[in-house]
């Protein structure tokens, strides 16, 4: 995978929000990315409102919240670029926060767009709830969504996968963002209709056979996903669970403690593709660590 020459990073200003542009000038830094650029949206409801209750017009509102937004921002990158010697770029926008993100990522050709996982006051709904997975479902380029404090690089990964081509490119995002971290690749198979034999009283010991098939059969696809990586010279530890795909995950996380999750958007199958993805956004919700979903883009 190249590196990637633009990360956009929307934040709502608040103290949380600071998580997420230290991660992403990390990320510039140690992926060399030729520009970041540290991008606001002003919603235009809070706005509409915040005319009524400050008496003002609508213009005097919204040119007082602009200012004071790119002043903010302006520290901000000041203070960003100094720390992890990038040239860091600006952008104020008016309107719904997730459309304002996916527009200014693609004008941008970002390669990575990294939100924050906690809001704050009026803006609480603008990152991990309504637009994290707004911008989730909006955006054709890789999210990161920042929920923890970036103390240091990403020290253990994990990256489920479907074997798809979603999970090849989330791999590849996962070696790009790892360095030395330790990456393990987990897979979550279930036995197709093995509710169903139950349900219909079959015997144990072929549910057993019908499950130890499904194992063998996830195995082969794991060593045939995991090969032209191996190839050339890089491994990974690996895990295989029975059960939900989403439960499954949940469970390697609360076990492993990774700093980040890196996934897939989509899954392979057609109703996966109408929504986020369930895995992808179950696993989004419950988890406590960074999530990167990447696309096939």
Known sequence: ??????????????????RAETRA???AQSLGAGKLVLMHVVPSLPLEAL?????RTPLETEQKLLDAARAD????????????????????????????????????????????????HLMRELFLGATAEKVLRKSRRPVLVVKQEPFSPYKRLLVPVDFSPSSARSLDWAQAVAGGAETTVAHVYEAPYESTLRYAS???KVI??????ARQQAQDAMRAFLAPRRAAGTDFLQRMLHGHPAAGIRELAEEMRPDLIVMGKHGQTEIEELLLGSVTKHVLFETHCDMLVATER
């Open 208 to 213: 057993e056979g019908y499950q130890a098939a």
């Open 73 to 120: 921002l302006a520290e901000r990158a000041r203070h960003l670029g100094e720390k992890f010697g990038l040239a860091i770029g600006t952008a104020v926008r008016i309107g719904r926060p997730y459309v304002e993100i996916a527009k200014e990522a693609e004008a941008l050709d970002a390669e990575l767009v990294v939100v924050g996982g906690y809001g704050a």
């Open 51 to 55: 005319t009524n209750i400050l008496d």
């Open 1 to 18: 995978m190249e590196k990637p020459e633009h990360i956009l990073v929307a934040t709502d200003l608040s103290s949380h929000a600071g």
């Open 202 to 204: 079959v015997e144990d």
């Open 25 to 27: 000038a990390m990320l």
